[in-house]
């Protein structure tokens, strides 16, 4: 299990909906052999999408369980994992938009099923170490192939996402920063945004194989433990 450092302490992992029980189960074990107290629903920070189950061992390690796709409807704490398991495994319409420099994929998934999508490179030349107006011409050319690069990936998410806004459940996205603060500016793609939601996907330059890879991370439970020493 790949685990990632969390800002202001511990680390995230990604557990599948069909673990989720045995992983949390696990977890108490491993924490003194049950937990403090019954799992409950709380707000969460903008990491989780504004909700999370935590649960409390009795060493007081915590493990924060982002809600996917909130809000969660659970109002007792009996059967709360196997309520979350379930949410997290419900159909839905996804689109996924990865963008970086060089090239994007864009799809629509019913539930698990990738129903349409586009995966495209564009070049963008390598930095120069050459310096004064050749540098500054090396620079310029750089960023006009980007903006190309960018267009393309915005003209491909207005036609195969922008016709499906109403019916979206959310957005995913991954990527760099640049290039999706460079898609955020096309007015065109604004009702896109307005479904978006955590986590944003970790992705190279994005393949194929990325989008098939998807639904594994935007149906998984982020889980952020806190453990006591």
């Known amino acids: 299990m790949v685990s990632r450092p969390a ?4 680390v995230w ?3 599948g909906p069909d673990r989720l029980v045995r992983w949390c189960d696990g977890f108490a074990q491993r924490h003194g052999g049950a937990l ?3 799992p409950r629903v709380v707000a969460a920070d903008d990491a989780c999408s504004g909700q ?3 649960l409390t061992a009795v060493d007081g390690s915590r493990a924060t369980c982002c809600v996917p796709f909130p809000p969660l409807d659970a109002a007792e704490s009996v059967g709360l994992i196997d309520d979350l398991a379930a949410h997290a495994l419900a159909p839905r319409t996804v689109g996924v938009l990865l963008v970086r420099r060089g090239g994007y994929a864009v799809g629509l998934f019913e539930g698990t099923r990738l129903t349409d999508s586009k995966v495209g490179a564009r070049h963008v030349q390598g930095r120069t170490k050459a310096g004064g107006w050749s540098q500054q011409r090396f620079a310029r050319r750089r960023e006009g192939q980007a903006r190309e690069a960018y267009t393309a990936a915005a003209d491909t998410a207005a036609r195969i996402l922008l016709p499906h806004t109403a019916r979206l459940d959310a957005l995913i996205v991954g990527g760099d920063t640049g290039a999706l603060g460079a898609l955020r500016s096309d007015a065109r793609l604004k009702p896109l945004w307005e479904k978006e939601l955590a986590p944003q996907l970790y992705v190279g330059d994005p393949k194929m194989a990325d989008l098939q890879k998807a639904p594994d991370h935007f149906r998984a439970i982020r889980i ?5 020493s």
């Open 7 to 10: 800002a202001g302490g511990g």
């Open 13 to 15: 992992v990604e557990v």
């Open 36 to 38: 403090a107290e019954p």
């Open 52 to 54: 999370a189950v935590e």
């Open 224 to 228: 952020r433990i806190v453990e006591q």
